[in-house]
C-alpha cells in the first residue's frame, strides 16, 4: 500500500507516494534518479549504499524508505554546493583516494558522518570509523589521508 512520505532530501522538502516498506535505497535510485548511492552487498555490510540521516553514516539498503519520514537525508550529489565540492570529496580526489570507484560514495558519506562527530581524528579513529566500508581497491592509506586533509579543511584551514 503506497503512502505519503516527506522529508528534506540533500536540502530539499520532499514528498513522495510510495511503498513505505521499500528500501530507500532502490527509492532513491529508481524514483529520484539518484545513482550515486550504491547497490552493493544488498545487507548493510560493505557500506557502499551510505547516505547520512539527520547527519548520521546510514545503509540505505537495510532502511525502510518510510524510516526517514520527517527526517534528513543527504546523499553524494547533495554533498557539493554551488558547484564547489564538499572537502572530503576535495580531499579523496587531491589524494587518489579512490580506484574503481564503485565504493568511494559510501566512503565519502561515512567519512562526513565521522568528521561531524570527530572534527580532528586520529589516525586510529579514522581508521576505526572507516572500516566498515568495504574497499578491494587498495586505497586504504589514500583514504586515511584524505579524511586528514578534509578535516583540516573543515575547520578553515588549506
Request: proline letters at 4%; aromatic letters at 4%.
Amino acid at each position: 500500500m503506497e503512502k505519503k512520505i516527506s522529508f528534506v532530501l540533500n536540502g530539499k522538502r520532499t514528498e513522495l507516494l510510495i511503498d513505505p516498506t521499500e528500501t530507500l535505497l532502490w527509492v532513491l535510485r529508481n524514483q529520484l534518479g539518484l545513482t550515486g548511492t550504491k547497490y552493493g552487498c544488498g545487507i548493510g555490510y560493505c557500506g557502499a549504499c551510505t547516505v547520512l540521516i539527520d547527519n548520521e553514516p546510514v545503509r540505505s539498503c537495510s532502511l525502510s524508505a518510510g524510516e526517514v519520514a520527517d527526517k534528513k537525508v543527504i546523499t553524494i550529489e547533495g554533498l557539493a554546493k554551488n558547484g564547489k565540492l564538499h572537502p572530503v570529496q576535495k580531499a579523496f580526489a587531491e589524494n587518489d583516494a579512490l580506484q574503481c570507484g564503485f565504493c568511494t560514495p559510501g566512503m565519502i558519506m561515512n567519512a562526513v558522518g565521522l568528521l561531524n562527530k570527530k572534527p580532528s581524528p586520529t589516525n586510529d579513529e579514522i581508521i576505526s570509523g572507516m572500516e566498515d566500508n568495504l574497499c578491494r581497491c587498495a586505497a586504504h592509506k589514500r583514504i586515511i589521508q584524505a579524511v586528514h586533509d578534509a578535516a583540516i579543511e573543515m575547520k578553515g584551514g588549506k
